[in-house]
């Protein structure tokens, strides 16, 4: 079945190292979501990209999206104490497009 | 805008009972909303889609009967766990999806533990 799956699961960086998490779908995907779950909290949008190799910036966050739409990726320059939490990205439903497929999420951990 | 709110925030209950969680559009009508579960550590899993006015759909492996949804108007959708188990503890989210967008917006969340 559809699977999307993120790399690495967990991420311990140095306050102000940056960080990557890569998302990798096997499924061609429309469009890719990226969001944001705190520690006890629930996920919250941060971003959608819909074009072939796409690249949008939100302050210190850059997102992509490959060229195949298969795969994508989120990077943390400068992290923050802030930026702590688990990062997932999601994918329309192969078998239904309004529905979404959440990947496996990274976490990402900050010492101070 | 798109604030969706879930209550309770948490509820502990005991085994056998039945427990029901309500999720809410509070600025937008949603026709459609969506209910995960996640367990700790773990990725959010799709239960189930409800559709305001018939009945919700179930991803496989869910039991319809256990898990049973209402989505009686364009603002709210609730989930009752019927007769919960241990097994069943976890933590329940909701979301709505406005329109001809993409993003989902999701409830605060329902932590469920059953004893």
Redesign the interface.
């Known amino acids: 079945g559809q699977q999307v799956m993120q790399i690495p699961q967990y991420q311990h960086v140095q306050e102000g190292e940056d960080f990557t998490t890569y998302c990798n779908s096997s499924t061609t995907l429309s469009n890719i979501q990226w969001y944001k779950q705190r520690p006890g909290g629930h996920p919250v949008f941060l971003i959608q990209l819909v074009k072939s190799g796409e690249v949008k910036k939100q302050k210190r966050l850059t997102f992509q999206f490959g060229e195949a739409k298969k795969n994508s990726s989120l990077h943390i320059t400068a992290t923050q104490t802030t930026d702590v939490g688990t990062y997932f990205c999601a994918g329309p439903r192969y078998s239904s497009a309004s529905k979404i497929i959440f990947g496996s999420g990274t976490r990402l951990s900050i010492r101070p | 805008g798109a604030v969706v709110s879930q209550h309770p925030s948490w509820v502990i209950c005991k085994s056998g009972t039945s427990v029901k969680i309500e999720c809410r559009s509070l600025d937008f009508q949603a026709t ?1 909303m ?1 209910w995960y579960r996640q367990f700790p ?6 239960m189930a ?1 409800s559709n305001e006015g018939s009945k919700a759909t179930y991803e496989q492996g869910v039991e319809k009967d256990k898990f049973l949804i209402n989505h009686a108007s364009l603002t709210l959708s609730t989930l009752t766990v019927t007769s919960a188990h241990p097994e069943d503890s976890s933590f329940y ?1 909701c ?1 709505a ?1 406005l329109q001809n967008h ?8 329902t932590r469920l533990t059953v004893t």
């Open positions: 459609t969506f550590k773990q990725s959010l899993m799709l889609t989210i979301s999806r993409g993003e989902q917006y999701f409830g605060p969340g």
